[in-house]
């Protein structure tokens, strides 16, 4: 399984996947589910994938052949967000029918879901949750965050702590919880954790990998899980 | 949805269930799904159940109707724990053979897991979960308890406090905290909570039933997401 957040705030963006992928419990591999296009200065994309890994690395293989070619439209000349998400759920759409046709009864799920956000000069930064199916929705105020992959054991904490105002670093210290939450009670959620987080207007990504030992998320999953447990022994 | 918990602890043993059911987003009810089997000073025992509604019916109203005649191996006159799981497993899978006969093609799903814990003199505390094929697993003190119905959201609070050696007290704020979670992430869970206590060898269930707007509740609700809050700001 995988597990995805990714998050639209006043301040900017914030994305964060995992890197566990299984085929069965003995099956299981690294693989990077954080992909970036960017362009410094004019436009700053990640996509978040979770579903069938054939499907996913197919998808991206495609979107990063069509880069290459200044011709065609491609993420890195589609001139808005949506355009983009358009071009993603397309480009899943095809990949997905070319997979499964005449497959029908296999049972094989080839299903891909995709977070999309970042932001092109001229727009603001803009989130987009899209389906298997191609559609997609847009991450609003009142929704400001998408999950996908293994999402309800670290929906409560996001639930309680995250709004439209929350700051950059108080989303990244939730998310972090969010993932440390889902680690605990899932194996197939697994170390290291991709991070991104971007500052509206910077068009500069800040991305880094969380691996098994880094300093600050042990501390931070040992300051949590204590301060529950005395936030909990201080209950009525 | 359904939401169900129980522990089999050093001091006892503690049930907690929703008694929200739905058969899509506009055919939602509220039934007990805690259903409770006592003679005072000789015998007490609690079953929760999720899955099909009508399978549940029907697995209570058989084993009721059968407690009636005292010739016939019933809840009442079973000489273990054990045995008790063993009879309502064949109860279950009788239920679901004859409801499903015919029926392959429908897609229903006809499944029933349940929860079924308690004491029986001579014996210690025990405590099944019961899947909908019959076959049962019993909780130990390396696991000591288990959840049905929509288990995720709030399995990382029970993680992270729930030991064998967990008084009653503290599993009793533990399980609320983990419906609390629940019932704010998923709208398939609701109040009232039905909630049933059992110190060891007292054989007398403590039950009440938690509504909407019961003081407690509300009391560990508020404090909870408000230390949680504070918690969350006190990170590194």
């Not at 879901?113 to 987009?128: C, H, T």
């Amino acid at each position: 399984m995988t597990y995805c957040v990714a998050m639209r705030l006043r301040a900017g963006l914030v994305f964060a996947a995992d890197t566990r992928t299984n085929a069965g419990v003995d099956h299981i591999a690294t693989f990077c589910k954080m992909h970036v296009f960017e362009r410094r200065g004019e436009r700053s994309l990640v996509l978040l994938t979770s579903g069938n890994l054939a499907t996913a690395q197919c998808v991206i293989s495609h979107l990063c052949e069509r880069a290459q070619h200044e011709d065609e439209l491609n993420l890195y000349s589609v001139g808005s967000m949506f355009g983009a998400a358009q071009l993603v759920g397309d480009t899943i759409n095809e990949v997905i029918e070319r997979s499964s046709h005449g497959q029908h009864i296999g049972g094989v799920d080839f299903g891909l879901n995709v977070l999309l956000g970042g932001q092109i000069a001229g727009e603001r930064p803009r989130l987009f949750q899209i389906y298997p199916q191609g559609n997609f929705i847009e991450a609003t105020e009142d929704t400001p965050y998408f999950q996908i992959g293994e999402v309800k054991y670290g929906k409560p904490i996001l639930d309680r702590i995250i709004n439209f105002d929350t700051s950059l670093d108080h989303a990244k210290k939730c998310t972090l919880i969010s993932f440390d939450s889902t680690i605990r009670s899932n194996l197939s959620v697994g170390m290291p954790i991709d991070y991104a987080g971007y500052e509206e207007d910077s068009f500069e990504l800040k991305i880094e990998r969380l691996l098994e030992n880094d300093e600050y998320f042990l501390r931070l999953r040992q300051a949590w899980g204590n301060g529950l447990r005395q936030q909990f022994e201080q209950l009525p």
